[in-house]
């Protein structure tokens, strides 16, 4: 790392309790993540989106790109559900609200930090698998910055990575894996980054600037309640949104800026394939292989689909539910359409599939009594106003670079670069 780049943050293993340097690191003890500890107290920047909240950010300065949440009350849909106090976290293309987040989810909040993160530490490119939304978020930011770029997809998700038409993608790569899903495009995607020297993986759960990135929703919703909400509702698929969410709120305790205690966590999947909900029902702190289900499933949101979510490590889902007394929820297709349904006639935004799942399982945990229903509360929409966004711009699907196989994925794009 250049001399002059001045980092205000450690990392803490969550399972020795070691304080290390940062150098883009992912892995330090086996089982365990790493979390930032700052040396600054947060004191809000006069900036647009995540760079509001840049002292609680793992990354030596701000940059020019622009993602964020918008938090706001929502009179019709609170009345809708019955409810006093309930927020909505937005995160997508609306231009009425001013919606922040460009290509259509939250995962542009990962992005914009951790691209920051890269050019910190000299990396010369950047590796990413991807289901659609991480891969059209860095496909954006990396295009912008013209910071070299591989993007691993299943067969099933290359018609997700579209960029506005004319947007610049000289420095990135997409690569199809033909006869693979999401699991499979990480394979590759690690095999690959134990042999280009120089490039980073870009790192999912333990990339603490994607956490830190998405963590920054939960202050941006305090500040607009002026307080942390009792609950917070998402739907999961791997865990890094929920597990930044989590961090940032105990961060916001620890330094005095926010009474406690944390919000409780509320986290739905699809009842087609819940390993977390399944896991964490039977009060385990561990994933077994009955948790997924025995064959390809079909399910609503396809979003939430992850053969290998960060349940069980020290400070992954397991670990934030039972710190902050979570529950857990699984939604079937018909009650997640109509969510969305409900969400869009009411609020006039198309929302991704994800957030329509959280909405459904909002509407489960008030009919239960596990909600109460004055309780502040937010409501995590992760994604929306795609649909908008196509009316709005003329878009162009990504070109794929190369098309291979898992068996040989990795030596075929390896032998491509050469």
Request: aromatic share 8%; with cysteine; net charge negative.
């Amino acid at each position: 790392m250049d001399c002059e780049k001045m980092l205000y943050h450690k990392l803490k293993c969550l399972k020795s309790g070691d304080i290390i340097d940062d150098h883009y690191t992912l892995y330090y003890t086996d089982g365990a993540l790493l979390t930032s500890q700052f040396s600054r107290p947060l004191v809000l920047k006069n900036l647009p989106g995540v760079w509001k909240y840049a002292n609680w950010l793992p990354t030596s300065t701000t940059s020019k790109y622009v993602a964020g949440t918008i938090t706001y009350k929502s009179e019709k849909l609170n009345q809708a559900l019955g409810m006093s106090n309930l927020w909505i976290t937005f995160h997508g293309y609306w231009p009425e609200k001013g919606g922040l987040c460009p290509t259509g989810s939250f995962k542009d909040m990962e992005a914009v930090p951790t691209i920051q993160r890269l050019r910190d530490h000299d990396c010369k490119g950047m590796i990413c698998a991807s289901a659609g939304n991480t891969g059209r978020a860095f496909i954006h930011f990396c295009g912008l910055d013209d910071m070299p770029l591989i993007v691993i997809v299943g067969k099933d998700h290359g018609q997700r990575l579209w960029t506005k038409k004319g947007h610049p993608t000289a420095s990135v790569k997409l690569v199809i894996v033909e006869d693979g899903d999401y699991s499979d495009a990480k394979i590759v995607a690690k095999a690959i980054s134990k042999e280009l020297t120089g490039w980073q993986l870009e790192g999912s759960v333990n990339n603490v600037a994607r956490r830190d990135g998405i963590g920054s929703l939960i202050l941006d919703a305090a500040f607009a309640m002026n307080r942390l909400p009792e609950h917070y509702f998402q739907g999961v698929s791997g865990g890094p949104g929920p597990i930044g969410v989590h961090e940032m709120a105990q961060r916001a305790i620890d330094s005095g800026l926010f009474e406690g205690p944390v919000p409780r966590q509320h986290l739905s999947q699809n009842i087609e394939h819940s390993p977390i909900h399944n896991a964490w029902q039977e009060k385990r702190d561990h994933l077994l292989p009955e948790d997924f289900p025995s064959e390809e499933v079909t399910v609503y949101s396809d979003y939430l689909l992850n053969k290998g979510p960060a349940y069980g490590q020290v400070g992954g889902v397991h670990d934030i539910l039972k710190a902050s007394n979570g529950q857990t929820y699984v939604v079937k297709e018909a009650d997640a359409i109509l969510a969305k349904q409900l969400f869009e006639s009411i609020e006039g935004i198309d929302i991704m599939t994800p957030g329509a799942v959280a909405l459904a399982s909002l509407q489960q945990a008030l009919a239960s009594g596990e909600v109460e229903s004055s309780s502040p509360t937010v409501l995590n929409i992760s994604g929306g106003g795609v649909k908008r966004y196509k009316q709005d711009q003329e878009t162009e699907i990504i070109e794929p670079w190369l098309r291979v196989k898992k068996a040989n994925g990795a030596m075929k794009i390896l032998e491509a670069l050469q």
